[in-house]
C-alpha cells in the first residue's frame, strides 16, 4: 500500500467494525431465518448488500470501473461457490448456537491452506502443515460432540445437520477464496465485490421455483437488515486493508468469538460448551500461527528482493 495511507490502527478498528456488523448480520438471520429455505436467505444476503456496495463503489469513483470484467466466467463461478458456502453456512446457523457455528467456521482458512497446496500447487512447509492438521483437531473437538453419529438419532439431530452445514460452507468458502485468488490476478478487487453480489443475487432468486417461505413483515425486515448488515461489513472490511497489511488485521477475525460468544449470551442465552472453547481456542492458535508464518515468509521474500536489487 501507498506509505501515506499506511495507519494500521484505523485499518485495525475498520476491521472490528466489519465483525460487529457481520455479527449483526448473522443475529438477524437467527432470528428471523428459522423455517426460511437457504436459498431465500441468501437471496435477501445478497440483494440488499448491494445497496451500500454500490453506494461505496459510487462514493469511491470506481462504480462505472467496477462494471467492467475480463473473465465473466470467472466471476460466474466465484458466484456459484459462493452463494452454496452462503447457504449451507446460513443453515447452519440457524440450527446451531451462535459461538458455535462461528468457531466450526474458523475452519475455513485452514482448507484454503489445504486445497492451495494441493489445487494451486502452492508450496506449504512443515510448519503451516502441521498448523493446519492442529486447527482440524480443534475443529473436530467442536464438531464431534453435536454430529451424534452413533447415537439413536444420528444425523436427523439438529445439531449434527447444523454442523456438517457449516463445515460445508467453510469447504465451499475455501474453494471460493482459491477463485478470488485466480480473479485477482487480472480483476479489481470493486470488480469482484460488485460482480460477486450481483450473481449471487440473481442465482439465489432462482430457488423461488423451488419454493420459498412466506414471511411475515418482521422476518422479512430481519433479512434485509442481515443484507444491509452484510453489505456494510464488506465494504468496511475491503476498506481496512487501504490501511494496514493483512497480517496486522487478519488476527483481529479471532475477536468475533466473543463478541459472538457475548451476544449469544444475551440475546439466546447460549453459553459455548467446554468442548466449544477448547476447540475454538485450539483453531484460534492454529491460525494465528498460520498467519504469523506467512508475515514472517512475506517479510524474508521482500528482504531478498532487496538484497538482490542492483543498488546505485
Known amino acids: 500500500m501507498p506509505p501515506d495511507q499506511s495507519n494500521p490502527l484505523r485499518g485495525i478498528l475498520m476491521k472490528v467494525t466489519s465483525i460487529v456488523f457481520f455479527l449483526s448480520m448473522a443475529t438477524c438471520i437467527k432470528l ?3 423455517g426460511v429455505p437457504p436459498g431465500q436467505i441468501t437471496f435477501y444476503r445478497s440483494a440488499f448488500a448491494l445497496v451500500p456496495i454500490v453506494a461505496y463503489l459510487a462514493w469511491q469513483g470506481t462504480l462505472r470501473a467496477g462494471m467492467h470484467t475480463n473473465n465473466p466466467l470467472g466471476h460466474l463461478k466465484r458466484g456459484m461457490i459462493g452463494i452454496c458456502s452462503m447457504g449451507a453456512g446460513f443453515y447452519g446457523l440457524v440450527l446451531l448456537p451462535l459461538p458455535d457455528a462461528i468457531a466450526i467456521g474458523y475452519a475455513m482458512p485452514l ?4 486445497f492451495a497446496a494441493v489445487f494451486l500447487r502452492e508450496t506449504v512447509r512443515l510448519y503451516r502443515w502441521t498448523a493446519v492438521m492442529v486447527g482440524l483437531v480443534g475443529v473436530m ?3 464431534w460432540p453435536k454430529l451424534t453419529l452413533f447415537e439413536e438419532q444420528g444425523l436427523q439431530s439438529t445439531a449434527a445437520v447444523g454442523a456438517i452445514s457449516v463445515l460445508i460452507s467453510a469447504t465451499l468458502g475455501a474453494a471460493a477464496m482459491l477463485q478470488v485468488r485466480q480473479l485477482v490476478r487480472e480483476e479489481k478487487t470493486p470488480t469482484i465485490v460488485l460482480y460477486f453480489s450481483l ?3 440473481l442465482l439465489s432468486a432462482l430457488t423461488w421455483f423451488f419454493g420459498w417461505a412466506v414471511l411475515s413483515w418482521e422476518a422479512l425486515g430481519l433479512m434485509a437488515m442481515a443484507g444491509f448488515f452484510g453489505g456494510i461489513g464488506q465494504v468496511l472490511l475491503t476498506e481496512s486493508y487501504r490501511y494496514a497489511d493483512v497480517s496486522t488485521i487478519a488476527p483481529f477475525e479471532y475477536t468475533s468469538i466473543i463478541l459472538g460468544s457475548a451476544i449469544a449470551y444475551v440475546l439466546f442465552d447460549e453459553v459455548p ?4 472453547a477448547a476447540g475454538a481456542a485450539i483453531v484460534v492458535a492454529a491460525g494465528i500461527f498460520i498467519i504469523y508464518r506467512e508475515h514472517r515468509l512475506g517479510l524474508e521474500r521482500r528482504a531478498a528482493r532487496k538484497a538482490s536489487t ?3
Not at 460448551?273 to 466449544?276: A, D
Open 141 to 143: 473437538i467442536i464438531s
Open 111 to 114: 482448507f484454503a491452506v489445504l
Open 310 to 312: 542492483p543498488q546505485g
Open 273 to 276: 460448551t467446554l468442548t466449544t
Open 199 to 201: 450473481i449471487a443475487s
Open 32 to 34: 428471523g431465518g428459522v
